[in-house]
Nanobody, 115 residues
């Protein structure tokens, strides 16, 4: 059974930075895509960033140039470095890992950007 555990959320002032981490536990080898989604109150869930096993990345236009996704395949961990945070980045952030053609979701991490 694959379980994802997220960490790193919190409250930060506009312009600040946070780093989210998500680690998969279990006897796992060869995770496919690793993604970060977010959902703000009253809004649809959106894909924020993605990284494939070769390191190729995708970013939503709203976070391009401010967020950076990376992965450590040995640790089965994905990171999301968030810089220059804005109030509109406030949301619950979810990591998603695709393994053996199934998507596994983390429990969610609250990120609040407010002064």
């Amino acid at each position: 059974q694959v379980q994802l555990v997220e960490s790193g959320g919190g409250l930060v002032q506009p312009g600040g930075s946070l780093r989210l981490s998500c680690t998969a536990s279990g006897n796992i080898f060869g995770i496919n895509d690793m993604d970060w989604y977010r959902q703000a109150p009253g809004k649809q869930r959106e894909l924020v960033a993605a990284v494939n096993p070769d390191g190729a990345t995708y970013y939503a236009e709203s976070v391009e140039g401010r967020f950076s996704i990376s992965r450590d395949n040995f640790k089965n961990t994905v990171y999301l470095q968030m810089n220059s945070l804005k109030p509109e980045d406030t949301a619950v952030y979810f990591c998603v890992m695709n393994y053996l053609n199934l998507d596994y979701w983390g429990q969610g991490a609250q990120v609040t950007v407010s002064s």
